[in-house]
């Protein structure tokens, strides 16, 4: 059964260096999303993507924040500078369509920012 | 999307059915709903969803009330594999519109006991 996948499993970095976080959606979706979910806390949006680009945006998702289809196959969540907060689990999502379609979620990415 | 209300915990026997209720009162007639559940911080896993009819499929059923203002999510034979948070989400049916996003609350931690 076709999955998403995300790398890394686990991301430790400096407070205010760069990180990539990467998924592949199932090969057919069109669809893709980023969530995010700080330890203890409910998952909240981050953000849609569709067509090269920003479908939707939450108020996380500000400046620092970046998405990307580089390539037919992966999807990147970039954060330019991090901050402490930013630690949490980040989990990509995708879709065939977008009204009523089911995401389907990967493993997710924990994010620790030290 | 309509505001979902869930309890914060049940427990369940294992080999027994699980019941789990959703209340969803102000859900309007063009809104989905979803169900997911999340073992121990992994990725959100679709389970099922429903619009006014009752829907089965190999992991669960979802009864929806005819009025449709309350759910219950039944997994027939509970495991203990089946220990998790169990989240009830609304979700409208859109028509070249954005909101494509999942909105998570707490859920419902099911605990399936030995």
């Known amino acids: 059964e076709p999955e998403v996948t995300q790398t890394p499993s686990h991301q430790v970095t400096q407070m205010g260096q760069e990180v990539i976080l990467r998924c592949v959606p199932i090969?057919?979706?069109?669809?893709f999303y980023w969530y995010r979910q700080i330890l203890g806390q409910k998952v909240e949006f981050l953000v849609s993507f569709y067509n090269n680009e920003i479908s939707e945006k939450s108020e996380i998702f500000d400046d620092q924040f970046s998405v990307e289809r580089p390539d037919g196959s992966n999807f990147t969540l970039k954060i330019r500078s991090t901050k402490l907060e930013d630690s949490a689990m980040y989990f990509c999502?995708?879709?065939?369509?977008?009204?009523?379609?089911?995401?389907?979620f990967g493993p997710g990415t924990r994010l620790t920012v030290l | 999307d309509a505001k979902t209300t869930q309890p914060p915990s049940m427990d369940c026997a294992e080999g027994r059915a699980a019941n789990l209720p959703c209340n969803h009162s102000?859900?309007?007639?063009?809104?989905?709903v979803y169900w997911y559940r999340q073992i121990h911080s992994q990725g959100p896993q679709y389970i099922i969803h429903g619009l006014k009819n009752n829907e089965t499929n190999e992991m669960a059923s979802l009864i929806i009330t005819e009025d449709r203002k309350s759910s219950t999510l039944i997994l027939p034979h509970a495991t203990l594999r089946d220990t998790a948070v169990y989240y009830c989400i609304s979700r409208a049916l859109n028509s070249g519109g954005s909101n494509y996003k999942l909105t998570f609350g707490k859920g419902t931690l099911l605990t399936v006991n030995p």
């Open positions: 090969s057919n979706h069109l669809y």
């Open positions: 102000t859900i309007s007639g063009n809104e989905y």
């Open positions: 999502a995708s879709s065939v369509e977008r009204s009523t379609d089911t995401q389907y």
